[in-house]
């Protein structure tokens, strides 16, 4: 069995702030080895919105407006994590289902309302062979790419990759094994303790760095189970959560942290609040006026598992990584328009 097994979650639909969002990817390492970190890798807070040119966020070109994520940008990024972190270790893909997002839409109808699908390069050469270019053509094309580079790829309906992947970090930790999430998704961070860590792209950089729990706390000052608690007071934007601060003047994230510094979680903080004072009197009011719509908006950005899905064992063999150049050089022809897409699929 090889030393690390890596899903990649490749979702086609990215928030506007974020120019770009890569392969997602969660690594998986025997608790009896060493450190995922590899060599060259520095571990880093730092993280940085990146564009479609790998990390340009100009938008002079663009009448002001945030570039859609694109294709070559995915490209650019997944040739990074093959080289930089994954290197001959599996890797598993898993793209968000069909109707990923009803199931907290209809909790929120603002969830991720404002997402944009990936660009499609305009070449008639790339989309000629697939009939026109659309966000579903963008994930054929993925799940092409990522095939040909020996990664299966999981996608299960009505559940977001981000859940799929939840579901099988539990899996894989009951199997005795670490666990690294590569991405720039806050919504992994709930997620991170002693045995899971982060993987991030770094534009400014030009490569990916690891985030462990250290770095959290480092950051926020407070443990990593908090996360999704403080996500649900002070809101999260590129999620369409708007959390309480709008409706609480005062009640801000050094409310929150204090809160929960104290009281470990949200429901804990909620149950508290019912029975006695927590807090000054703005705060107080607020947790009780908003508490159901504070366990919404828990119940919208928890992640979710109980997903459907199971490790197989075929997913732990070492990844065949001879063919990955060039696959990944063709690809990039295409959306030069310099490879015809009929040519490029029977590379």
């Given at each position: 069995?090889?030393?690390?097994?890596?899903w990649?979650?490749?979702?086609?639909?990215?928030?506007?702030?974020?120019r770009?969002?890569?392969?997602r990817t969660?690594?998986f390492?025997?608790?009896k080895?060493?450190?995922?970190?590899?060599?060259?890798?520095?571990?880093?807070t730092?993280?940085?919105?990146?564009?479609?040119d790998?990390g340009?966020?100009?938008?002079?070109?663009?009448?002001?407006?945030?570039?859609?994520?694109s294709?070559r940008?995915?490209a650019?990024?997944?040739?990074?994590?093959?080289?930089?972190?994954?290197l001959?270790?599996?890797?598993?893909a898993?793209?968000?289902g069909?109707?990923a997002?009803?199931?907290?839409?209809?909790?929120?109808p603002?969830?991720?309302?404002?997402r944009?699908?990936?660009?499609?390069?305009?070449?008639?050469?790339?989309s000629?062979?697939?009939?026109?270019?659309?966000?579903?053509?963008?994930?054929?094309?993925?799940?092409?790419?990522?095939?040909?580079?020996?990664?299966p790829?999981v996608?299960?309906?009505?559940y977001?990759?981000?859940?799929?992947?939840?579901?099988?970090?539990?899996?894989?930790?009951?199997k005795?094994?670490?666990?690294?999430?590569?991405?720039p998704?806050?919504?992994?961070?709930?997620?991170?303790?002693?045995d899971v860590?982060?993987?991030m792209?770094?534009?400014?950089?030009?490569?990916?760095?690891?985030?462990?729990?250290?770095?959290?706390?480092?950051?926020?000052?407070?443990?990593?189970?908090?996360?999704?608690?403080?996500?649900?007071?002070?809101?999260?934007?590129?999620?369409?959560?708007?959390g309480?601060q709008?409706?609480?003047?005062?009640?801000g994230?050094?409310?929150?942290?204090?809160?929960?510094?104290?009281?470990?979680?949200?429901?804990?903080?909620?149950?508290?609040c019912?029975?006695?004072?927590?807090?000054?009197?703005?705060?107080q009011?607020?947790?009780?006026?908003?508490?159901?719509l504070?366990?919404?908006?828990?119940?919208?950005?928890?992640?979710?598992?109980?997903?459907?899905?199971?490790?197989?064992?075929?997913?732990?063999?070492e990844?065949?990584?001879?063919?990955?150049?060039?696959i990944?050089?063709?690809f990039?022809?295409?959306l030069?328009?310099?490879?015809?897409y009929?040519?490029?699929?029977?590379?």
């Amino acid at each position: 069995m090889a030393e690390t097994l890596v899903w990649a979650a490749i979702p086609t639909s990215l928030p506007l702030p974020i120019r770009l969002r890569p392969s997602r990817t969660i690594a998986f390492t025997p608790s009896k080895a060493s450190s995922p970190v590899r060599r060259g890798f520095r571990s880093t807070t730092a993280t940085k919105r990146f564009s479609d040119d790998g990390g340009n966020n100009n938008n002079s070109n663009n009448g002001g407006r945030p570039r859609r994520p694109s294709l070559r940008s995915f490209a650019h990024w997944l040739s990074l994590f093959f080289s930089q972190v994954s290197l001959r270790d599996p890797v598993i893909a898993v793209l968000d289902g069909d109707k990923a997002n009803e199931f907290r839409r209809q909790l929120l109808p603002s969830y991720k309302a404002h997402r944009r699908k990936i660009l499609v390069p305009p070449s008639k050469t790339f989309s000629r062979g697939l009939g026109g270019g659309s966000p579903q053509i963008a994930e054929l094309q993925i799940i092409d790419v990522l095939r040909k580079c020996n990664v299966p790829v999981v996608k299960v309906d009505n559940y977001e990759a981000d859940d799929v992947i939840a579901t099988l970090v539990d899996q894989v930790l009951q199997k005795g094994f670490r666990v690294v999430i590569g991405s720039p998704d806050k919504d992994f961070k709930q997620l991170i303790s002693t045995d899971v860590q982060i993987v991030m792209p770094m534009p400014e950089f030009g490569r990916w760095s690891f985030y462990t729990l250290k770095h959290y706390i480092a950051q926020y000052n407070c443990d990593p189970s908090s996360d999704l608690s403080l996500r649900c007071l002070v809101g999260d934007e590129a999620d369409g959560v708007p959390g309480i601060q709008h409706l609480a003047p005062g009640f801000g994230r050094k409310t929150a942290l204090k809160l929960l510094k104290k009281h470990g979680s949200l429901e804990n903080l909620l149950s508290a609040c019912a029975i006695r004072t927590v807090g000054k009197h703005y705060a107080q009011d607020a947790l009780i006026k908003h508490a159901d719509l504070l366990r919404k908006y828990f119940e919208v950005l928890r992640l979710r598992r109980d997903v459907d899905v199971h490790l197989e064992e075929d997913w732990l063999c070492e990844r065949e990584t001879c063919n990955d150049t060039d696959i990944l050089s063709n690809f990039f022809k295409t959306l030069d328009g310099r490879l015809t897409y009929q040519r490029y699929v029977s590379s």
